[in-house]
């Protein structure tokens, strides 16, 4: 008897070691190249499927987190202290009144798309929807400083102050450059007297902020150094028409306002040529005929700190609407992606703002399937966008000098195509170059100055004081 439980648990030993041999790790054979390959590849397609897929997933993200939040506030009308209450930022890389760091990265990745359409030209037709993601940052931007301020006139006031000490000195320096210095040093150096005579009669134009409207109504003048202006202008114009209304008028005229504005603009660019005559670059530049642009953005940054859940979902749904119109009218028009094309003039630009609102919502979330934050939260990004002024108002004057300089010389030397590739990138350098420079010993001096202006902001008005411990802390 004993001998037989002996040998059962001979037996039972036995079972158990041969079981804990099976499970004992085998050692790896050692990595090959096939191994490497194998694995390098499959890396490479998981990313590549990440990123194609992440507009598809986040925004099924988007609406399932959208509509679970609706089913906890169900009852509540947006305007009761309870639903005031319930609002939640915790879901927005977005605190009001703070300093929004990917912004900086989204304003990087618009001064690329427009650096890429001067320097490759026909290569790169749509980088001209660069200064479209300009205006929606723009419009969100100041619309949220303005929602942010006290309403009153001293706020205003400040709110001029501090724009006009971060636009008007580098502004300023480059037009005294172009119309003061570069005509007595450069033109009669070169025997260019043709060109100071242009450059005076437009002169006054600049000066005011309105050469939009005068490439609107007389067409791009010869003499292109300065054109890229026109969008500096817009802007300028927005800022004094805009900042009053958001100031003195309630939250809901706001939004209405920046709603009906949008019709208002796309009217102007299909019936401006039949009423008045007007030709392109009219509804190019005409700050009536881009207001929707800076609308989108309005809307946006007002949608945001009063319902922030309603504002992802709607701003997600007009972007998809935005892209497929954009498709359409590229489609019917034989892929025509000029600003010109009329089909893109009448109804293009309102769609790619619309795509470039869900952009800019988007760079505001946190999500793992987010490519567009990650893309804006890269460090050249962040760079490109906190030098984006001052690149963008030499790159183009700089970019025709060198080109026109460099260029006979190279095609001497190398090949046609080559001796653009690299006048192009020697511009690009030497924009790099000059902005850097401008910011540290121009700019910098002035933005210390704004900075130690008060922007009037205390407790935001759309927020109730019960609410400001709870927004801080999110």
Known sequence: MENNKRAERISTQRRKGAKAQRKRPTAS????????CAFALNLFVFHFFSLLLSPFLFLCDSAVK???????VNGCDGNSPASTASRSFSDWDFVPGKHIPVLDGLRGVALVMVLALHAC???????????????????????????????????LKTFFIRRSLRIFPLYYLALSIAFVVSPYLLFPATGAEVELTRQIRFEPWYWLYLQNWMFG????????????LWSLAVEEQFYLIWPPIVIFGGRRFVIGCAVLAIPFSIFFRVYGSALFGWQYPFFYTLTICRIDTLMVGAAIAAGVR??????????????????????????????????????????????????????????????????????????????????????????????????????????????????????????????LLVAKTSFELWEKPFLAIKNTLSTGITRPLWIPQSCVVVVKHQ
């Open 306 to 431: 009063y319902w922030p859940r309603t504002t992802r979902a709607v701003s997600m749904i007009a972007a998809i609407a935005g892209g497929a119109i954009l498709l359409g009218i590229l489609k019917t028009s034989d892929w025509d992606c000029r600003a010109r094309n009329p089909m893109m003039s009448a109804f293009g630009y309102t769609a790619i703002a619309a795509l470039f609102g869900g952009v800019l919502v988007c760079s505001m979330i946190p999500s793992r399937w987010n490519a567009i934050r990650g893309v804006c939260l890269l460090p050249v990004s962040r760079w490109f966008g906190k030098m984006s002024y001052g690149i963008y108002v030499f790159h183009f004057p700089i970019h025709l000098i060198l080109y026109w300089t460099l260029r006979p010389v190279l095609n001497e030397v190398v090949s046609e195509s080559a001796a653009k590739i690299v006048a192009a990138g020697a511009a690009f350098l030497v924009t």
């Open 66 to 72: 959208f509509f679970q939040s609706a089913a906890r």
């Open 121 to 155: 030209g026909s290569l790169f037709g749509l980088g001209w929807i660069g200064v479209d993601l300009f205006f929606v940052l723009s419009g969100f931007l100041i619309t949220g400083i303005l929602l942010d301020s006290k309403r009153e006139l001293a706020s």
């Open 29 to 36: 054979s050692p990595l090959g190249p096939s191994r490497l």
């Open 217 to 228: 109504l007389r067409g791009w003048p010869e003499n292109e150094l300065l054109t890229h």
